[in-house]
Every structure is written in structure tokens, then in C-alpha cells.
């Protein structure tokens, strides 16, 4: 009997096999060049996206481009977001760039992958005004892109290959991790939530978690290859295992996750409020591993306008939610999305806002303008207000964001806390750069061999967002 299981293990087989012809083909075109092949991997939107881009340059590399930084090179791999408008317009805008080097160099091939490319105005657009694209696809067959290279290699044509949907989850393929010691692990992937505004559950598909055994064979393996952190991806992580054939929840998931040895920290994003329960947040209080910091996007302050959002909870919940957080987890630090200029946004509704920011005081704060997503049913919403007051909206939420967050960023001021040293300081080389357990940055002097290590840190002098620090 084919089941679900051993029809993508056939998948994963045939993906390889297709990866083991493209080696002998580019080994061979890299000895009549007298160069190696070169690729450019270039990736907007979430940490989903960064993701299957991990994914698409293992694939690369295991056919045998080598990384390049410049976007000059034998291949370049655009993955797209489309979450606000501005995310489309840079795709084009690069795009048209791309030309000039596609004269010089014409066996460049360019693929353009993602979100994007989901919606069929956008392929349409492609077709017609920049016929120099190659390969076209979407977020539900990165695991093809050999296949995809292949059938491009072997015809004339553009090569297009988007999935509506997909059932499937192919595993074990291989992928090029961006840093040696903490990963991100898919546990799940798509969306129900169908927030009004927000295009994703369309070009992501519907939720499907991935079985438990997976999870935690990969995460066993990466710590095996030296990493010690993870960051569980998914658009709505509490609402992990629901699907399952034996179902499980993301507290237990997390319970399991935390039994692997070696593991020192769990990361997780993104909590969408009206799943985060209770039994997650017990588990989080006694854990060991997972990170004091939670991603709890509130969106909007006003309950009307989170009704209009189709988000299910109410300011209130939201209020209660984070008061029970707070005292199950005192250290915990509290970051948020919030989208400004909603169409139904009154005066009334963002100082509903400001007087939620105020209250809960967050670590940070994402704020976007809101962006119209075209086939959405906020999309047809009228606008209450103007795009002058917006704009107002906008920068005086900004302000009061940042103000707080300065306060309550430099809460462990002259604390000594330990941090996983994640680089060299990006403006001055003889500091690093570390991240504490609550997800704030600490820049201190050291060299580059401590990079991947854990360390203890004084922290001197909070900079607003960061610490300077010391190594103790
Ligand atoms: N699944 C996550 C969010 C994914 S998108 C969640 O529910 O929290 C990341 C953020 O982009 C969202 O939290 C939201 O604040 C913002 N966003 C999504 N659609 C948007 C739109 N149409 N305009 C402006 N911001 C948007
Ligand atoms: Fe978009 Fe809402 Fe799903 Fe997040 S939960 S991805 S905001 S629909
Ligand atoms: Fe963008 Fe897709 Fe992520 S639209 S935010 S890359 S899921």
C-alpha cells in the first residue's frame, strides 16, 4: 500500500536522484568553464522564508554551485514575500536589475521562489514583463528545485511549477544551515486563522503539523552536529499537533523537545494569543531550555477593530493573558507585531492601542502601516481614516513603543546573565555580539573563537535595545 509516509520517502529518493545527475552535469560545465559555478541566494519576509532558503542552498550546494555573495552570479534564487505591498515592490524593482547581468552572463540562470509567487496576478505579471526568469515556484515544492533546474536544463521555455495546496511534507533533504550552533526547525506549516488583513493562509496553505518523531530525529541530529539552540517555526505554533493522527500539543511537544540532551535552548515563534494555554504556560515556567522571551502579536488594542481583524480575542483577553504570563514567568521578556491604519481604525481605536503598549510595557514592538493585500476580506473595507492621520497614528505609537522599550530592555542593567555568542560585533570587530536568554543583544570584547559558546556577561550599560558588557 502507498501510504502518505512512504510516498514522500519515495520523493525524497527520486529528488536525490535527480541531485546526483545535476552533480555529474555542473562538474562537467565547471571544467569547461576552467571556474566553479557560482550562486546567489537571496531571501525576503519571515523566518519561514529563511527557512526553505536553508533548504534551497542545500540543494545547491549539493549539486555543486558555490555560495556567492554578489548577485552576478550562475545562479540566483530570489524567495519572495508578499505580506505588505513594499515586500513585491523590492522583488521587481531587483528583478529589473537582474537584466543587465543575464546580457553579460546568458547561461545565468534565475529562479524566483515563495510566497509570492502563490498568487497568480504576480506569475502572470512575471510571464509577460520579465521573461529573463527561468524557474518559477511556490512554498509548497521548495524540495523540487533539482527537478525543476533539470527540466530547465533540459527545455527552452520558462519553467513554472505552483502547487495550490499540498499534503505533502517531504523530509530528509539536505539543507545549508546559516549558522553552525542554533537552527530553525519547521514543526509546522500554513495557517487557518484567516486574520482579515493577512494574505498568508492563502499562499501557505492550511495547517499541517509535522509528526513529533520527526521533530525531534532532526533536532537530535543538529545538536549531534553542534547546535545548541533551536527556533521552532510555525505562523501559529500553540495551535501544533491539532491534525496529527495522534495528537499532541505544542506543551507537549515542547516537553519532548526539552528531554534531548545536548539541547541547551528552545526558541519558538509565532504565539498567536487566542491558542496560548495554560498547560504551555506551565510548561515554559519550569523549563529549563526554553528562551524567557515570547512573540505574542497583539495587532490591535481595540476589540472592535481585533473583531474586524478576525483575530478572537478581545482586549481584555489579551490584558489577562499577558497578566498570567507575567506571573508565571516574572523574567520573561514580551514582543509584539502591531498593524496601524487597520481600515476600521478610529482615534478611539489606537489610543485603545497605546493604552494596551503602555500597560504591558514590551520588550519591543514590530509596527507595520497596514498594507492592502489584494483577494483578503479586509481589502474591500473602507478607510476611516486618512492617510496623513496614519501616518500621525503611526509615528506616535512608534515613539511611545520605543520610549518604553528602552526602560524595560535595560531592566537587568549591572545583572551578570549568560548569553550564546552568536558573532563578531557587526561595526567593530574586536566585540561580540551575544543573545541573552530573553532575546536581547549584548555587545562585548572577545574573539571570534568564543563564537558558538555560551558565556557569562556583566551587563555595564544598557544602550535602549542592547548592553554593553563584559565577560566575567
Ligand atoms: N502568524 C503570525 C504573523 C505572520 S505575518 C501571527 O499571527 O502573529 C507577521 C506580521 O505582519 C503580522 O503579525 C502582522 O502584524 C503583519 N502583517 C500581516 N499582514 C499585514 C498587512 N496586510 N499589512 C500590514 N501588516 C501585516
Ligand atoms: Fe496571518 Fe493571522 Fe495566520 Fe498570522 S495567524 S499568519 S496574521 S492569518
Ligand atoms: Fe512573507 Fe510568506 Fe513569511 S508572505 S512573512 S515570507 S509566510
Known amino acids: 500500500?502507498?501510504?502518505?509516509?512512504?510516498?514522500?520517502?519515495?520523493?525524497?529518493?527520486?529528488?536525490?536522484?535527480?541531485?546526483?545527475?545535476?552533480?555529474?552535469?555542473i562538474a562537467k560545465k565547471t571544467e569547461e568553464l576552467g571556474r566553479p559555478l557560482t550562486y546567489c541566494s537571496v531571501c525576503f519576509g519571515c523566518q519561514m522564508n529563511a527557512k526553505d532558503s536553508e533548504k534551497l542552498e542545500g540543494i545547491l550546494e549539493t549539486i555543486g554551485y558555490v555560495r556567492s555573495e554578489s548577485e552576478d552570479a550562475d545562479f540566483l534564487i530570489m524567495n519572495t514575500c508578499t505580506v505588505r505591498e513594499n515586500a513585491n515592490l523590492r522583488v521587481y524593482g531587483r528583478l529589473g536589475q537582474l537584466k543587465k547581468y543575464k546580457k553579460k552572463n546568458p547561461n545565468m540562470l534565475i529562479a524566483l521562489c515563495g510566497c509570492m509567487m502563490q498568487e497568480s496576478l504576480v506569475v502572470e505579471k512575471i510571464k509577460q514583463s520579465y521573461r529573463h526568469v527561468d524557474i518559477i515556484f511556490g512554498t509548497h515544492n521548495v524540495f523540487k528545485l533539482a527537478e525543476l533546474i533539470e527540466n530547465k536544463l533540459n527545455s527552452k521555455g520558462m519553467v513554472i511549477d505552483i502547487w495550490e495546496g499540498t499534503t505533502e511534507i517531504v523530509e530528509d533533504l539536505p539543507s545549508d544551515r546559516k549558522y553552525d550552533f542554533k537552527c530553525g526547525?519547521?514543526?509546522?506549516?500554513?495557517?487557518?486563522?484567516?486574520?482579515?488583513?493577512?494574505?498568508?493562509?492563502?499562499?501557505?496553505?492550511?495547517?499541517?503539523?509535522?509528526?513529533?518523531?520527526?521533530?525531534?530525529?532532526?533536532?537530535?541530529?543538529?545538536?549531534?552536529?553542534?547546535?545548541?539552540?533551536?527556533?521552532?517555526?510555525?505562523?501559529?505554533?500553540?495551535?501544533?499537533?491539532?491534525?496529527?493522527?495522534?495528537?499532541?500539543?505544542?506543551?507537549?511537544?515542547?516537553?519532548?523537545i526539552e528531554e534531548?540532551?545536548?539541547?541547551?535552548?528552545?526558541?519558538?515563534?509565532?504565539?498567536?494569543?487566542?491558542?496560548?494555554?495554560?498547560?504551555?504556560?506551565?510548561?515554559?515556567?519550569?523549563?529549563?531550555?526554553?528562551?524567557?522571551?515570547?512573540?505574542l502579536p497583539m495587532q490591535s488594542g481595540s476589540t472592535k477593530v481585533l473583531a474586524d481583524m478576525n483575530r478572537r480575542y478581545t482586549k481584555e483577553d489579551y490584558l489577562a493573558l499577558v497578566e498570567k504570563i507575567k506571573t508565571a514567568i516574572p523574567d520573561i521578556s514580551l514582543t509584539t507585531d502591531?498593524?496601524?491604519?487597520?481600515?476600521?481604525?478610529?482615534?478611539?481605536?489606537?489610543?485603545?492601542?497605546?493604552?494596551?503598549?503602555?500597560?504591558?510595557?514590551?520588550?519591543?514592538?514590530?509596527?507595520?502601516?497596514?498594507?492592502?493585500?489584494?483577494?483578503?476580506?479586509?481589502?474591500?473595507?473602507?478607510?476611516?481614516?486618512?492617510?496623513?492621520?496614519?501616518?500621525?497614528?503611526?509615528?506616535?505609537?512608534?515613539?511611545?513603543?520605543?520610549?518604553?522599550?528602552?526602560?524595560?530592555?535595560?531592566?537587568?542593567?549591572?545583572?551578570?546573565?549568560?548569553?550564546?555568542?552568536?558573532?563578531?560585533?557587526?561595526?567593530?570587530d574586536s566585540l561580540l555580539t551575544g543573545r541573552l536568554s530573553n532575546n536581547i543583544l549584548v555587545h562585548f570584547p572577545g574573539d571570534a573563537s568564543?563564537?558558538?559558546?555560551f558565556q557569562n556577561v556583566k551587563l555595564i550599560k544598557s544602550k535602549g535595545f542592547y548592553y554593553i558588557g563584559e565577560r566575567v
Open 185 to 256: 526547525v519547521n514543526i509546522m506549516f500554513g495557517c487557518n486563522n484567516f486574520c482579515s488583513y493577512c494574505i498568508v493562509p492563502y499562499v501557505r496553505g492550511r495547517e499541517r503539523s509535522r509528526k513529533p518523531e520527526d521533530i525531534i530525529a532532526e533536532i537530535k541530529n543538529l545538536v549531534a552536529d553542534g547546535v545548541v539552540e533551536v527556533m521552532l517555526l510555525g505562523q501559529n505554533v500553540n495551535s501544533y499537533g491539532k491534525n496529527l493522527e495522534n495528537p499532541l500539543s505544542f506543551a507537549q511537544l515542547l516537553e519532548q
Open 260 to 295: 534531548i540532551e545536548g539541547l541547551k535552548r528552545i526558541r519558538f515563534m509565532t504565539s498567536h494569543p487566542k491558542d496560548l494555554s495554560d498547560e504551555l504556560i506551565a510548561v515554559m515556567a519550569k523549563s529549563k531550555k526554553i528562551c524567557k522571551h515570547l512573540h
Open 450 to 453: 568564543l563564537i558558538g559558546t
Open 338 to 428: 502591531i498593524i496601524v491604519g487597520f481600515p476600521t481604525e478610529t482615534e478611539a481605536d489606537i489610543e485603545e492601542t497605546l493604552d494596551v503598549v503602555r500597560k504591558v510595557r514590551f520588550d519591543s514592538a514590530f509596527t507595520f502601516i497596514y498594507s492592502k493585500r489584494t483577494g483578503t476580506p479586509a481589502a474591500t473595507m473602507e478607510f476611516a481614516a486618512t492617510e496623513e492621520e496614519i501616518k500621525e497614528r503611526f509615528d506616535r505609537l512608534l515613539k511611545e513603543v520605543q520610549d518604553i522599550a528602552k526602560e524595560t530592555c535595560s531592566k537587568d542593567q549591572g545583572k551578570i546573565m549568560e548569553v550564546l555568542v552568536e558573532g563578531l560585533d557587526e561595526q567593530d
Open 1 to 25: 500500500m502507498r501510504t502518505e509516509q512512504n510516498i514522500n520517502e519515495l520523493e525524497a529518493l527520486k529528488q536525490k536522484e535527480i541531485m546526483e545527475r545535476l552533480k555529474v552535469r
